[in-house]
């Protein structure tokens, strides 16, 4: 082989081996990954309404200014509450409507928990003033917390730290500081229990009850 041969060849061969090292030097070892985007755990809407019901009645529904779902729990954060509670009896319906400042809804559940100047009145001029007011779905319950104040149709009026309002039985507990304003009696204890329209009532716990009281402030 000629000395101009060996040359060719001898180019040939680095330029081959050039080649094949740009090659292996420009090829990744593994491709880039991929950017992972996590859905939102939080969905907020402006506005919107629930509704549960029972046996084909509505129990309750609730609006609200604005609204945030959990999309792991599906439980609702109320913003601007406003709502309706539902009370069925024989002769007819009375409808409780409810505002607050926020809420929970849980999903798993079904209760309510509503907070921040609680204010339930209904069409007969009743109305129940509270910090907080929880709705157990199971056991049929309304319960109120700080500062609960009840007045009803009859113009009798309670006061004290809680109260517990079985809706299907009519009966209501007021628990912590209790004092009753009816007409011309003033009723105070520790712990009370009524009918719904304080029609029956019943006081324990340092119980006191007087009569031909004409001073409010005797009861609030």
Known sequence: MSTRNKILVALVVIFFVCVVVWAIRTTPTEPPPIEKVE?????????????EEQDGKV???LTCDKMRIDTITQNIELDGVKGKFYQYKDEGETIWELTAKTGIYYQASKNIMVEGEVDVINSEDSQLLADK??????????????DVKIKNKDGAKLRSDKVDWFTGEDKVIAT????????????????????????HFGLLGHAKVLKGVKDEEEAF
Do not use: C, H
């Not at 939080?42 to 629930?50: A, F, P, R, S």
């Open 59 to 61: 129990i309750w529904e």
């Open 39 to 51: 859905p939102p755990t939080v969905i907020e809407y402006e506005g919107n309404t629930i509704v």
């Open 176 to 199: 912590g500081g209790v004092r009753i304003s009816k007409e011309d009696m003033r009723g105070f204890g520790d712990l009370a229990y009524a009918d719904n329209d304080f029609k």
């Open 133 to 146: 007011l929880e709705w157990f779905a199971e056991q049929g319950l309304l319960s109120a917390a700080g």
